[in-house]
């Protein structure tokens, strides 16, 4: 899944408050910036994981020569005990071990939208969803403190966002 299939940006809901709009073909939502704060946190810690299972797999069958069975049984077991991350998140998230390949993996989904990230794909993922979390966290203060000017209107605020979200390379 690229940034051009999913995408998140900073924004303010009607009400005034931050928001972040998330976006991909056919659908959009807005979500809370904490919830956009959660879904980064767990792309980072799915990202994490795919790259400890790897990495168990590999001693496991390498060094130790365990059989794929008990690899297999054994990597379920760790999964299990590891903590449940706490918080709404945006994506369904999961590290995945290729047992082809070799190679870690973060499966994502949303609604059908569903794609396989490498680690660091994710870990860029999620830098961009605390970005705009954070944005939409100044967007609310900074929209707040334009209003209190009595010489600009609601639309010249929305034409000063507008202009700076240009700037930035994003959609107006």
């Not at 299972?53 to 001693?59: K, N, P, Q, R, S």
């Not at 709404?88 to 071990?97: C, G, N, S, T």
């Not at 999620?126 to 929209?143: M, N, S, T, Y």
């Not at 707040?144 to 994003?170: C, H, Q, S, W």
Request: net charge negative; glycine share 10%.
């Amino acid at each position: 899944m690229t940034d051009e299939q999913l995408s998140i940006e900073s924004g303010v809901m009607e009400s005034g408050k931050a928001a972040c709009r998330l976006s991909w073909p056919g659908g959009e939502a807005l979500i809370e910036p904490d919830v956009a704060l959660a879904t980064a946190r767990d792309l980072h810690a799915a990202a994490a994981r795919a790259e400890t299972d790897i990495a168990l797999i590999g001693v496991l069958r390498n060094r130790l020569g365990a059989d794929l069975q008990v690899v297999g049984a054994m990597l379920r077991d760790v999964r299990a005990a590891r903590p449940l991350a706490a918080g709404k998140v945006a994506l369904r998230i999961e590290a995945v071990a290729g047992a082809g390949t070799g190679q870690p993996y973060v499966h994502i989904a949303r609604g059908s939208l569903k794609a396989s990230l490498t680690p660091e794909d994710a870990r860029e993922m999620a830098d961009h969803w605390v970005e705009a979390a954070v944005g939409a966290q100044i967007d609310v203060r900074l929209r707040y403190v334009l209003g209190e000017y009595d010489e600009l209107t609601p639309d010249d605020v929305k034409n000063i966002f507008a202009g700076m979200r240009r700037a930035a390379g994003a959609n107006p």
